[in-house]
């Protein structure tokens, strides 16, 4: 089992930088792929981003080319997101997930471990 604990969340202005944060405990000596993505009400959960274990790969949707950037330090067990250039639509909870596999990223269902999520709320 792995827990993942999201952190960095709050409420910024248009234009203004966030950093999410992601620690992992448990079984961490596995080898996961780690992923973020994002949930508005009524709406199923987005990809966000996503990174290989070895950080040697990492994917963005298109929403968050240019803006976001995802990293990692195994040596800490943590995921960052940096997110920049933040807009209202950036406006949602993030969860941190992480795969064994990370064969197909871009989806929810290839993510075995979930935190509990990370309100963020960029106003206009």
């Known amino acids: 089992q792995v827990q993942l604990v999201e952190s960095g969340g709050g409420l910024v202005q248009a234009g203004d930088s966030l950093r999410l944060s992601c620690a992992a405990s448990?079984?961490?000596?596995?080898?996961?792929?780690m992923g973020w993505f994002r949930q508005t009400p009524g709406k199923e959960r987005e990809f966000v981003a996503a990174?290989?274990?070895?950080?040697?790969?990492?994917y963005y949707a298109d929403a968050a080319k240019g803006r976001f950037t995802i990293s990692r330090d195994n040596a800490k067990n943590t995921v960052v997101l940096q997110m920049s250039n933040l807009t209202p639509e950036d406006t949602a909870v993030y969860y941190c997930?992480?795969?064994?596999?990370?064969?197909?990223?871009?989806?929810?269902?290839?993510?075995?471990?979930w935190g509990h999520g990370t309100q963020v709320t960029v106003s206009s």
């Open positions: 997930a992480a795969s064994v596999a990370l064969a197909w990223p871009v989806s929810p269902y290839e993510y075995e471990y």
């Open positions: 448990g079984r961490t000596e596995t080898d996961y792929g």
């Open positions: 990174i290989s274990w070895s950080g040697g790969n990492t």
